[in-house]
């Protein structure tokens, strides 16, 4: 103020590259919730990963930002509302917008083709990668034969990727896994022992904020 002088305030520098639970989480969430987007508006030559979450699930989201600690701001975390035309309410959210960042660009190149999102064909599962594809778009319940019924809504990719996915799980689980046509969509569904080789994969693992999803421990021997 005194000397009439701005200086950019000092930047942490951000890694090159992410670690093995960073990659995780963000291949997770791409399957999920997740989005990578280049901001033109600053003319940015780099992606930022945003992550857009229901109020109450304001624990998992922070249990996620934590791990991209050093690609963020103080304000990376932010809560806000919006009126929703379709039931006519105002509903509370909460995201996380990272800084953009050479190392998340790598894996915006991989999963956008024309600014749409796809599935990457080198995609490689990991236990965390499918826990955070459960938590954002994943559902397990009890069907009406007392087996367990499971659910990924894939409902962002198309009929070939959602192909693709499920021809992991099967590959991966040796067990059954079907693609089934869900409002001109398409989803993937299991029961029964497919249902739960997933589930001994992600339940060690699955962070005690999102224990409402795992249905399955109330009768799992």
């Not at 009439?4 to 639970?21: A, R, S």
């Not at 490689?124 to 809504?153: E, R």
């Not at 590959?171 to 046509?181: A, E, G, I, P």
């Amino acid at each position: 103020m005194k000397t009439g002088i701005i200086q950019k305030l000092p930047v942490e520098p951000m890694p090159d590259f992410l670690t093995e639970i960073q990659k995780d989480i963000l291949i997770g969430s791409m399957l999920g919730d997740g989005n990578l987007a280049l901001n033109p508006k600053n003319r940015s030559k780099n992606a930022r990963l945003t992550i857009r979450r229901s109020i109450k699930d304001k624990d998992y989201l922070l249990w996620e930002a934590k791990e991209f600690t050093q690609f963020m701001t103080n304000n990376a975390v932010s809560e806000y509302s919006y009126f929703d035309d379709r039931t006519q309410k105002i509903y509370k959210g909460i995201s996380l917008i990272t800084r953009a960042a050479p190392a998340l660009t790598n894996y915006f190149c991989q999963w956008y083709l024309d600014n749409v999102k796809i599935v990457p064909k080198n995609i490689i599962l990991t236990p965390l990668i499918l826990l955070i594809w459960f938590l954002d778009d994943g559902s397990a319940y009890y069907g009406k034969h007392g087996d367990v019924q499971f659910k990924l809504s894939t409902n962002g990719f198309s009929k070939e990727e959602v192909h693709f996915l499920r021809d992991k799980l099967v590959d991966r689980y040796s067990s059954k896994f079907s693609v089934n046509k869900n409002d001109h969509k398409f989803i993937i569904t299991s029961y029964g022992d497919a249902a739960f080789n997933f589930i001994d994969e992600i339940d060690p693992i699955l962070p005690e904020c999102m224990s409402r999803k795992a249905k399955w421990r109330i009768n799992h021997h």
